[in-house]
């Protein structure tokens, strides 16, 4: 060894072996088909892990059109009862008009059928007894008249009214307010048949609603409640 060379040392690196260079990496490779500590090989357990992403994709989308379903049913309903009222409207103001007609007549009836015969007073007095429980039969009513016991109450009381009706006959006398009021009574009457037939569609298309499944679950949740017809 001449005096001017140095010595050439390769240093020694832990966990390589003498020669290797200290640049110099090893590479490690993974067969993914190779068996798994847990069982099954590597390329399945990256299916199984898509397999359930796609699940909770599938579980958000369900979740998504339950919603969507939910809110839509819901709305139906809310409109469905508010037609309902809505058609109740008329109903009221036919239930007025004839209400006031009536009292006209009981009060245009009361001097010519007290000396006609004495059974007419009680008949007199039972007719404004009725038209007094059908007037609050329908104040009530006007206040809920999406509530199937108010509609019901309604509708027993018009039948009383009817009823009394029936058993006061009532003279066609000229000279007096009677003949007139019978031809008001009898337009008002075919009004109010008209809209009680619109009110009742409503209820019923309504009511309808409510009992399909699986809206009448959401209903339930929600309080809707069936309606009553008149």
Not at 45 to 64: K, P, Y
Request: aromatic share 6%.
């Amino acid at each position: 060894m001449q005096p001017d060379e140095t010595p050439c040392v390769t240093p020694l690196v832990a966990g390589r072996a003498p020669g290797r260079s200290v640049g110099h990496e090893e590479a490690h490779f993974v067969d993914l088909g190779g068996p798994h500590p847990l069982g099954g090989s590597a390329d399945v357990l990256v299916g199984r892990g898509a397999d359930m992403t796609n699940s909770e994709i599938a579980v958000w989308v369900g979740a998504v059109a339950l919603l969507f379903w939910g809110v839509g049913a819901y709305n139906r309903l809310v409109r469905l009862r508010g037609d309902l009222v809505q058609r109740f409207g008329p109903v009221d103001e036919q239930f007025r008009q004839r209400h006031a007609l009536l009292l006209q007549q009981l009060d245009a009836l009361a001097p010519v059928l007290a000396s006609a015969s004495a059974q007419a007073a009680p008949r007199l007095d039972a007719l404004r007894a009725a038209c007094l429980q059908a007037e609050g039969a329908c104040t009530h009513a006007r206040l809920h008249p999406g509530a199937a016991g108010a509609i019901t109450s309604l509708r027993l009381a018009e039948e009383i009214l009817t009823d009394s009706r029936a058993r006061l006959p009532v003279p066609t006398i000229a000279g007096t307010a009677l003949p007139e009021l019978r031809v008001q009574l009898a337009a008002t009457d075919t009004t109010l048949a008209f809209a009680r037939r619109q009110f009742n569609e409503s209820v019923e298309v309504y009511n309808h609603a409510i009992r399909q499944f699986p809206t009448r679950l959401l209903a339930g949740l929600f309080g809707f409640r069936a309606g009553g017809t008149l």
